[in-house]
């Protein structure tokens, strides 16, 4: 049987084989929140860039420039990190280049996988159908915060660790913990979140829709995977 484990921070990585592992790659607040946003609106692809002045360069290239730090938009870029941003006809059939405090440096830190794919809440499911059909072992790789472990992307590697319980082994603790933290909050995981480290920050900066959108499940039905660098559909 296939087995599933979870690195709760990016700095762990150096603890985990990848050569035989799916990663999935979680920012839920919000890197890959808007990422799966900006798919299911049409977008070709996004390149995750780990620095900052690389993905500003993109936009001599054609690309759609979009970057975080601190949970602020860039300044000079055309995009931040609400997922309300990669709606409607402005991304479809565009390229983006994108940069984020956390999500594409755990993009960066996770290329000694076989494959990377990205996952949220907004495509729970579709994540879960696209496991059940691989054949190589899961890592779910949190995204955290500045290599801190954070409890929104915990709670999402619980859920998929729940969906997938009856198909596939936990490798070790890792991935039992995040599932009795989900199965303990799933009912409300917006109050469980409202004390969370990155909730508060973001609250700071007057966030609220952004936080609750991203905790929906099954908004979407894609799955982006990293394919010579750029993310597609």
Known sequence: MKTIDV????ELLPLYSL???TVVVVDILRATS???TAFAFGAESIQPIANLDECRKMKDRGYIISGERDGKKVDGFDKGNSPFEYMGDQVRGQKIAFTT???TQAIEKSKQAREIIVGSFLNLSSVVRYLLFSRNNILIVCAGWKGKVNLEDSLFAGALVEKLKNHIEPDC???LIAQNLYNQSKSNLLGILET???VKRLNRLNIHKDIAFCLTEDKYHVVPKLVNNSLVC
Request: aromatic fraction near 0%; include cysteine.
């Open 173 to 175: 603790d890792a991935p």
């Open 196 to 198: 969370s480290s990155h």
């Open 101 to 103: 405090t956390n999500g």
């Open 34 to 36: 808007c990422m799966v």
């Open 19 to 21: 050569e035989d592992k």
């Open 7 to 10: 690195c709760l921070s990016p």
